[in-house]
């Protein structure tokens, strides 16, 4: 299957009428041939147009803050090839059944005091039960009725599902598309590239908003970066979040062997993001434990808006909650605990502690 036949046969490749100008419009539909002339650019000129377009749609200083609550761990039976809660890979991770409701709450109450404006479960299943969605579904309810928004990352739904958790006030649900529908394949074999856009469609019918990106450094090609930002960005519409993975390798899985991908190929990936997706929030996700200051700093520049606080991710390590506070004191940045659009109260720096959004671990949304 050629790349331009594949991404034509997901459900949002409309008809042709962008181009690479900085002031596009969302939601109009991008070609490979435009995202690959963006890739292309010199990335002094991809930065200055990703931080054109950034400075239209966003405060150029304000980041989201994120972080995730794991509320059932590992065991899961799907063959992710750079996640460790798959059970088929011996990485040592402790497995954890779904957490009892007034954990989740208790949790949800910590959240909303150190500041949170929305909390985000994740649960490592392939799809979960119809029961599972029923525990959730209260869950939902309860930390909603603290006040927060919600958000959660459970695996494939069916139509009745999402429309049960978004009854139940869930606001947002990740389900990532990882790659390229060309490379997807070489990453996970036990489900298909369309069984998660048609998740991701179940989503958006029920009326949740959608958070969808994807992990780039599997041994992708650049042609597979693009691939994926295309698909990303011609979903209709484009997802409201959009978390970058960079990957996290993890010893017994089948990727922890794989080269570190190139510094810039990745802040190119968040530019591109941007560009592409002008309104949405691009997420700065896994791996940035491993990015220095002055990496983050440009994928800043790039357009990245958003990204995990917290010292945990579902199950890998993240940058330390002090470290962040002093890059953030240092370049300027806010960090806010919603997005502009919903809340403008933002807070200096991170004095307030956010606990918002979610955007990988478990059920095909990244690592780890
Ligand atoms: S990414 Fe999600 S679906 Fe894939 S193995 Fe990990 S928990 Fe399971």
């Known amino acids: 299957m050629t790349p ?16 690479t100008e900085s002031n596009a419009s969302p939601n109009e539909a991008w070609t490979r041939e435009q995202v690959e002339q963006l890739f292309d650019l010199p990335l002094m000129d991809l930065l ?16 989201q803050l994120s972080s995730l609550l794991s509320i059932k761990t590992g065991a899961c039976p799907e063959d992710c090839a750079y996640c460790p809660q798959s059970a088929r890979y011996k990485t040592g991770l402790k497995t ?51 006040g ?66 994807g992990i780039v ?48 190929d990745f802040i190119r990936t968040i530019a591109v993001a941007r560009i592409l997706m002008p309104t949405s929030y691009v997420r700065l996700s896994a791996g940035r434990e491993e990015m220095n200051d002055e990496m983050q700093a440009m994928c800043f520049m790039a357009g990245a808006n958003s990204l995990f606080y917290g010292e945990q991710l579902l199950t890998t390590g993240n940058a330390t909650v002090n470290h962040d506070q002093h ?19 933002t807070t200096d720096g991170l004095a307030q502690q956010a606990q918002d959004q979610c955007g990988q671990g478990g059920c095909g949304c990244g690592p780890q």
């Open 4 to 19: 331009q036949t594949a991404a034509a046969k997901t459900s949002a490749q409309p008809s042709n009428t962008q181009t």
């Open 48 to 63: 200055f147009k990703a931080q054109t377009v950034h400075r239209q749609h966003h405060d150029p200083n304000s980041v």
């Open 96 to 146: 954890e059944r779904l957490m009892p409701l007034d954990k989740i709450v208790e949790a949800a109450k910590v959240a909303k005091s150190n500041g949170a404006g929305r909390f985000c479960m994740g649960a490592a299943w392939r799809s979960p039960k119809d029961g599972d969605v029923e525990a959730v579904a209260e869950a939902v309810a309860a930390v909603k009725e603290l």
């Open 148 to 213: 927060l928004e919600t958000c959660a990352t459970l695996g494939m739904l069916t139509p009745d599902q999402a429309d049960k958790l978004q009854s139940s006030g869930l606001d947002y649900y990740n389900h990532n598309l990882d790659t390229s529908p060309e490379y997807y394949g070489e990453v996970i074999t036990t489900r298909t590239y369309e069984d998660r856009l048609e998740t991701l469609n179940n989503v958006r019918e029920s009326g949740m908003k959608v958070c969808c990106g």
């Open 217 to 264: 450094g599997m041994g992708e090609t650049q042609q597979d970066r693009v691939g994926l930002l295309t698909t990303l960005a011609n979903l209709n519409p484009a997802p409201e979040s959009v978390p970058i993975n960079n990957l996290v390798k993890i010893p017994g899985t089948p990727l922890a062997e794989l080269e570190n991908i190139d510094s810039f």
């Open 327 to 345: 890059l953030f004191e240092r370049l300027g940045i806010n960090g806010q605990t919603k997005p502009a659009n919903q809340n403008s109260s």
